[in-house]
């Protein structure tokens, strides 16, 4: 029977080279920086947000980034609500800025947790961040998408059919969102990318459900709000 | 204590990452009261979410009896589980083996108490207890949370698998399965005699059922079995 305890001696005998944490050194931003400078780093110069994340000073930008999020995803939300006119022009914009918000921070627990497992030594506040961040490149490419989806808007008359279309530009956003959050975390130190694949899974789940709770966001409907609970799954089957 | 309160967010990120554990195992320093506070309060989080959809009474006592469950099923294999660890060549003293399931369970309490929200975001959809598809929402709940806590079970114990790694090197894995095990067969026969968790919705809200502490689990999987082939 091996009677020996673990000891200081046994530490550096069973120590493991940690991998120390770099980030490509990138130009940090001015205190004061404009909001095309913070649309240019997220589009161009990641690296440039993740040093800040790194440094924990990214909360000197979180307003303009929220703010970039929820102007470009109610610039989108209009063009969602303008297919069907009339309440939805302001209802829709809401919903979707407030859904993906409450999503955001529904999920925002597991993701500390997640990302604490992957290896990433991340505080909440730098994770919180690097979340904005994304949101905020979300919502850009969002509102990149607008025109697109504008002129679908005038030529779809189905709720499904414009549904998909609209589907589509999430998925397509959301891949470069989510991308954006996964190399974030990869660079400050998450190594097992098995464990933000999983949390992606569940962000996803939670904002499609998100959508149906606060249905309708596209099609019209007597209430603001449904009166019958769905899954998303039921309600999408129910829609075709 | 008030230290340790202050220190928890740090606490939580060096329980998820094996490396840091291991200063942990070798200089205690207060952390099992750490872990004894994330069980606490992880558990009753996770717990209360498990009870409120059969009545906020029943939350009040799922959040006792959770972190009651995981603390008396750490507590009542330590003995056992400290000893097959040194006949399994492991350089870990009683202390250091009961602080290793300590910490897989605070893990797997953070864990838990972190899927809190989307728990709560799952019973905004589920249908009241006092509906007429309560059966179907109790179905659902239950396989959701079954889900919730085998993964979060899952990933806890790979965390504690890759700590035993680097302290006891190739016998981790049999170390881990014999833990494992002892943690079930005690964890198993406790959840019996602490039940209900998620409260039937035919029986009225208890803190324990009557008598709990008549029969056991596997008494009762047994005779499910037997039945079942007759």
Same mark, same amino acid.
């Given at each position: 029977?091996?009677?020996?305890?673990?000891?200081?001696?046994? !530490?550096?005998?069973?120590?493991?080279?940690?991998?120390?944490?770099?980030?490509? !050194?990138?130009?940090?931003? *001015?205190?004061?920086?404009?909001?095309?400078?913070?649309?240019?780093?997220?589009?161009?110069?990641?690296?440039?947000?993740?040093?800040?994340?790194?440094?924990? %000073?990214?909360?000197? &930008?979180?307003?303009?980034?929220?703010?970039? $999020?929820?102007?470009?995803?109610?610039?989108?939300?209009?063009?969602?609500?303008? $297919?069907?006119?009339?309440?939805?022009?302001?209802?829709?914009?809401?919903?979707?800025?407030?859904?993906?918000?409450?999503?955001?921070?529904?999920?925002? *627990?597991?993701? &500390?947790?997640?990302?604490?497992?992957?290896?990433? %030594?991340?505080?909440?506040?730098?994770?919180?961040?690097?979340?904005?961040?994304?949101?905020?490149?979300?919502?850009?490419?969002?509102?990149?998408?607008? *025109?697109?989806?504008?002129?679908?808007? $005038?030529?779809?008359?189905?709720?499904?059919?414009?549904?998909?279309?609209?589907?589509?530009?999430?998925?397509?956003?959301?891949?470069?969102? +989510?991308?954006?959050?996964?190399?974030?975390?990869?660079?400050?130190?998450?190594?097992?990318? +098995?464990?933000?694949?999983?949390?992606?899974?569940?962000?996803?789940?939670?904002?499609?459900?998100?959508?149906?709770?606060?249905?309708?966001?596209?099609?019209?409907?007597?209430?603001?709000? *449904?009166? !019958?609970?769905? $899954?998303?799954?039921?309600?999408?089957?129910?829609?075709? | 204590?008030?230290?340790?309160?202050?220190?928890?967010?740090?606490?939580?990120?060096?329980?998820?990452?094996?490396?840091?554990?291991?200063?942990?195992?070798?200089?205690?320093?207060?952390?099992?009261?750490?872990?004894?506070? =994330?069980?606490?309060?992880?558990?009753?989080?996770?717990?209360?979410?498990?009870?409120?959809?059969?009545?906020?009474?029943?939350?009040?006592?799922?959040?006792?009896?959770?972190?009651?469950?995981?603390?008396?099923?750490?507590?009542?294999?330590?003995?056992?589980?400290?000893?097959?660890?040194?006949?399994?060549?492991?350089?870990?003293?009683?202390?250091?083996?009961?602080?290793?399931?300590?910490?897989?369970?605070?893990?797997?309490?953070?864990?838990?108490?972190? #899927?809190?929200?989307?728990?709560? #975001? @799952?019973?905004?959809?589920?249908?009241?207890?006092?509906?007429?598809?309560?059966?179907?929402?109790?179905?659902?709940?239950?396989?959701?949370?079954?889900?919730?806590?085998?993964?979060?079970?899952? =990933?806890?114990?790979?965390?504690?698998?890759? @700590?035993?790694?680097?302290?006891?090197?190739?016998?981790?894995?049999?170390?881990?399965?014999?833990?494992?095990?002892?943690?079930?067969?005690?964890?198993?026969?406790?959840?019996?005699?602490?039940?209900?968790?998620?409260?039937?919705?035919?029986?009225?809200?208890?803190? =324990?059922?009557?008598?709990? #502490?008549?029969?056991?689990?596997?008494?009762?999987?047994?005779?499910?079995?037997?039945?079942?082939?007759?």
């Amino acid at each position: 029977m091996n009677t020996e305890h673990l000891t200081d001696t046994d !530490e550096q005998e069973l120590a493991t080279d940690q991998p120390e944490l770099v980030v490509q !050194e990138a130009p940090a931003l *001015p205190k004061q920086a404009k909001i095309m400078q913070l649309v240019d780093a997220l589009l161009k110069t990641p690296q440039t947000l993740y040093g800040h994340v790194q440094r924990n %000073d990214l909360h000197a &930008y979180l307003v303009k980034l929220f703010l970039i $999020f929820a102007v470009c995803i109610s610039a989108y939300g209009l063009i969602v609500g303008s $297919f069907s006119g009339q309440m939805q022009w302001f209802a829709a914009p809401l919903k979707i800025f407030l859904g993906t918000c409450l999503a955001a921070l529904l999920c925002f *627990p597991s993701l &500390y947790i997640l990302s604490a497992l992957s290896g990433a %030594d991340l505080r909440p506040a730098q994770l919180f961040g690097l979340l904005c961040s994304s949101l905020a490149l979300l919502g850009i490419l969002l509102s990149g998408f607008a *025109p697109v989806a504008f002129i679908f808007t $005038f030529s779809i008359n189905t709720v499904s059919f414009m549904g998909s279309i609209h589907l589509l530009i999430w998925g397509i956003s959301l891949y470069f969102c +989510l991308g954006h959050l996964a190399n974030g975390l990869a660079t400050l130190g998450s190594g097992n990318k +098995l464990m933000i694949k999983i949390w992606t899974m569940i962000f996803l789940i939670t904002l499609l459900q998100m959508s149906t709770t606060l249905r309708p966001i596209l099609g019209t409907s007597d209430t603001l709000l *449904p009166t !019958e609970k769905k $899954f998303f799954l039921t309600h999408w089957l129910d829609s075709l | 204590m008030k230290r340790q309160i202050s220190q928890i967010e740090p606490n939580i990120r060096q329980l998820c990452q094996a490396q840091e554990l291991r200063d942990w195992l070798r200089s205690d320093s207060g952390k099992s009261l750490v872990c004894l506070l =994330l069980i606490l309060g992880g558990g009753a989080i996770y717990g209360a979410s498990l009870g409120i959809w059969r009545a906020p009474l029943q939350a009040v006592f799922v959040a006792i009896k959770l972190p009651l469950l995981l603390l008396l099923t750490a507590l009542g294999t330590a003995l056992i589980n400290g000893m097959l660890a040194q006949l399994l060549n492991a350089p870990m003293n009683f202390r250091q083996s009961l602080l290793a399931v300590l910490m897989s369970f605070a893990l797997l309490a953070v864990l838990l108490a972190s #899927f809190t929200p989307l728990i709560g #975001f @799952l019973l905004f959809h589920l249908p009241p207890m006092a509906s007429s598809s309560q059966k179907d929402a109790h179905r659902i709940f239950l396989l959701a949370n079954v889900a919730v806590i085998g993964f979060s079970g899952v =990933l806890a114990n790979f965390q504690l698998y890759k @700590l035993l790694q680097q302290i006891c090197g190739t016998s981790a894995g049999r170390i881990l399965l014999v833990w494992l095990s002892m943690n079930l067969f005690l964890g198993a026969q406790l959840s019996w005699n602490l039940r209900p968790f998620f409260g039937t919705p035919s029986l009225p809200v208890t803190f =324990l059922r009557e008598d709990p #502490f008549n029969g056991s689990f596997y008494e009762t999987v047994f005779n499910l079995a037997k039945r079942s082939l007759q």
